[in-house]
């Protein structure tokens, strides 16, 4: 996750901030965060992934895209 930051390899984001073990049934019992997340990935967001165990959702995009994401996702 560190790498792919640093080095702008942002491709790399999905994979490394994919949970196997917790975050799909942990995503189950947040209501609406698998349509925010697909709302996220449709905007642009590299990866998604909850914030700690949730409710909240972290989406990483690229610095130059952020403006637009973050329109994207107020509507």
């Known amino acids: 996750l560190v790498y792919a930051l640093m080095s702008g390899e942002y491709d790399l984001l999905a994979s490394a901030a994919d949970d196997h073990m917790h975050e799909r049934a942990r995503l ?30 972290l989406a990483i995009t690229p610095p130059a895209r952020v403006p637009a994401r973050v329109r994207a996702l107020g509507r």
Do not use: D, W, Y
């Open 28 to 57: 189950l019992g947040i209501a609406g965060s698998q349509q925010i997340a697909g709302a996220a990935r449709e905007a642009g967001a590299r990866a998604v992934t909850l914030s700690g165990s949730g409710p909240s959702l």
